[in-house]
């Protein structure tokens, strides 16, 4: 559990630090694409609090929502539509789902400790 965040950190920091830029016309393709990764982690991690991980499943996922992410920014750039906005709205949608599992889910574990710890 502690790598993937140690290597989001390590990430975060060599881009920080790197001080590279994004030219304008390149922003639309690195934010979907982050958040289709984004999208990807915080499933996989609902996935592994709820025991139902598969690495094979993470993998072809991570690359499958960035390429279509991706792909439809590009045919959006093409068309003159801003179909972007449509990876927007049901990554950010599915973002809030896992998000709102993985309280749940914690409740429901905290819950049980706290049961566990009354009855003792």
């Not at 599992?101 to 009354?118: C, G, K, P, V």
Request: no cysteine.
């Amino acid at each position: 559990m502690w790598l993937p965040l140690l290597g989001l950190l390590l990430g975060f920091a060599i881009g920080v630090l790197a001080g590279w830029e994004v030219p304008d016309e390149y922003s639309n393709y690195l934010s979907i694409a982050i958040l289709a990764a984004f999208d990807t982690l915080i499933g996989g991690w609902r996935a592994h609090l709820q025991g139902t991980y598969d690495e094979l499943v993470f993998i072809t996922g991570f690359f499958f929502n960035i390429l279509l992410a991706t792909t439809l920014t590009f045919l959006g750039v093409h068309l003159g539509v801003d179909l972007y906005l449509a990876a927007v709205f049901a990554f950010g949608v599915r973002l809030f789902q896992n998000i709102a599992i993985i309280r749940r889910l914690w409740l429901a574990e905290w819950a049980e400790r706290r049961q566990n710890r009354e009855k003792s």
